[in-house]
């Protein structure tokens, strides 16, 4: 009987053995995962930085391209308004002309009649 228990003792030790290599081979699996995450957050950090930075820069860009928007606006109300002011000068240019040659038509008619 002591040679039965003494064969399952050995049974049990050899599959402890066993058990504690696979246990050894997934911590060492482990240290490696967790060395790959650690490099992997690395770069995530170095991620993070560069969104950011492209963040900042899209603000700025941003708040230029507001700034253009508005300086063109201003400049696009005071071209509407020469382009008004021009509008006016040729009418009146046209109505003095149209009277211009009136007064013309009646001074020919006028002459026509004295001589």
Known sequence: MADEHLAVLQG???????????????VEGQTETNAR?????????QTNVCVEQMSARLEHVARRQVESETR???EL???????????????EDRFERQRLDRLEHRVDALEKRSA
């Open 12 to 26: 049990i030790w050899g599959e402890m053995k066993t058990m504690n290599g696979r246990i050894n081979t997934l």
């Open 37 to 45: 995450l650690d490099q992997t957050n690395a770069r995530l950090d």
């Open 72 to 74: 063109i606006a201003t």
């Open 77 to 91: 109300i005071a071209v509407v308004s020469a382009v008004r002011e021009v509008r006016d000068v040729v009418r």
